[in-house]
Structures are given as C-alpha cells and as structure tokens.
C-alpha cells in the first residue's frame, strides 16, 4: 500500500506567488518523520525541510514551511514568493521510528513544479 | 560543507556486464543507503548498510545485487549482470543515525549515477 501520496502530478505557479504542493502519508506508527526534497532538472536530491510527528509547530526553513495536519495525515508543503529556481521535481518522503518499524525514508511519486515569469 | 560523492557520473555498459557504482558518504555518518529512480518515476529503496553490513534491503535488491564498504570510506553498489530493466539514476545517501528524538534521520544525497544499459 502507498505510504505516501502525492496527487499533483504537475503544477504551476506565478513567479513571487505561492504555491502548496500536497502530501498524505499513511501509518500506524505513532512515531514518525516527514521530509521534503527537491530534485532539480540537474538529478540531485536537496534536503528542503523536516517534520516530526510529535513536533508541535510547523517546521519552517526559509521560503519553505511545512503545514502539518496530524489528524489528517498530511504535510503539505508551502513555497513561499516562488523564484524561476524553484522549478523542479518535489518529493516527499516519511521514515517511520518505533520498533519494528522502518527507518528507512520511503518517497513519493512527487509534483513537478513550474515557476512562471 | 561536507558533501556525498559518487563516480560516475554517467556509465554506459551492454546487457549482462558487471557494474560498480562508487560512494563516498560523509565522513561521520554511520548509516548507508542505495536508492535508485528510474527516469520520471519515484525514488525506489534498494538497501541500507550499517556497521559493516546490510540493515534492510527491499524486493528490488536481489541476488544480482552486492553493497560492501571496502575501505572505511568508499561504499559501493555492485550489479552482477545487468539488465535493460537496470537502466535508472541510482542514488547513494548517508545519514548520522536513525535514532528518533535525537536525529531527524534526514539523508544527504549524492548527485547520483546514472546507469544506461544496452
């Protein structure tokens, strides 16, 4: 079964708006993490922002901030004031932390983002 | 700012050939993964290394598959007889640790290998 779900294949955005790129994850485990990362047309994976499970604010770096709905098992992420570098392959990823648990992040199919001028 | 290497960067090889993918993790990290993506779809597990030897491993990573870390320092992802099917951006990362609470367990990537097989 899919841990992660990322429904927005493709999205676009005006350069200087913002744009949320959704993301539901799926456990049972009560002791998680949540990450997003960014894959450039370049191939390399670039850390964005983490979240844990029992974290009780968002977790923000930047232009980047994560909104984090627990009870419905999402973690979107939020780009603030796009830039044309924004443009790039979005993905997020859970690794689950209790025992018998994996720790070993598992991703998403990812959201393709575009940045307009 | 201490960085994951991999060599090559592109490697071309004909079906059924040996591959060695390189890695050089960050020096104070103690765990190991291999991920691979083929073109336009997810980043897929393959395996993690820990303490000298495999922690986990998904279905993908079969026995054509190897990882050892010769040196201390290098890691490497072997493929015995690849396959057309192999053909993928393979991905090495190294994190500090995957204790919760004391680390995020956030891995660092390297630029990635991108294998063709023909």
């Known amino acids: 079964a899919q841990k992660i779900t990322q429904t927005q294949p493709g999205m676009f955005v005006q350069e200087k708006e913002a744009v949320t790129l959704d993301c539901t994850y799926d456990?049972?485990?009560?002791?998680?993490?949540l990450f997003w990362y960014k894959q450039p047309s370049s191939g390399e994976m670039i850390f964005l922002i983490y979240?844990?499970?029992?974290?009780?604010q968002n977790a923000t770096e930047g232009r980047y901030s994560l909104n984090f709905q627990k009870a419905r098992k999402s973690a979107n992420l939020v780009i603030s004031a796009s830039q044309l570098g924004d443009s790039a392959m979005y993905f997020c990823?859970?690794?689950?932390?209790?025992?018998?648990?994996?720790?070993?992040?598992?991703f998403g199919r990812g959201t393709s983002l575009i940045v307009h001028p | 700012e201490p960085e994951v290497t991999q060599t090559p960067s592109h490697q071309v090889t004909q079906m059924g050939q040996e591959v060695i993918l390189r890695c050089v993790p960050i020096?104070?990290?103690?765990?190991f993964y291999w991920y691979r993506q083929i073109l336009g779809q997810k980043v897929e597990f393959l395996v993690s290394?820990?303490?000298?030897?495999?922690?986990?491993k998904s279905e993908i990573f079969d026995d054509q598959f190897s990882v050892e870390r010769p040196d201390g320092s290098n890691f490497t992802l072997k493929i015995r007889s690849t396959k057309l099917e192999d053909s993928a951006m393979y991905f090495c990362?190294?994190?500090?640790?995957?204790?919760?609470?004391?680390?995020?367990?956030?891995?660092?990537f390297g630029e990635g290998s991108r294998l063709t097989v023909l």
């Open positions: 990823a859970m690794r689950e932390g209790s025992t018998g648990g994996s720790y070993i992040p598992t």
């Open positions: 456990t049972s485990d009560p002791s998680y993490g």
């Open positions: 020096s104070n990290h103690l765990y």
């Open positions: 290394f820990y303490n000298n030897e495999i922690s986990e």
């Open positions: 979240q844990g499970s029992y974290d009780q």
């Open positions: 990362a190294s994190s500090k640790g995957q204790d919760y609470g004391r680390d995020t367990g956030e891995l660092f």
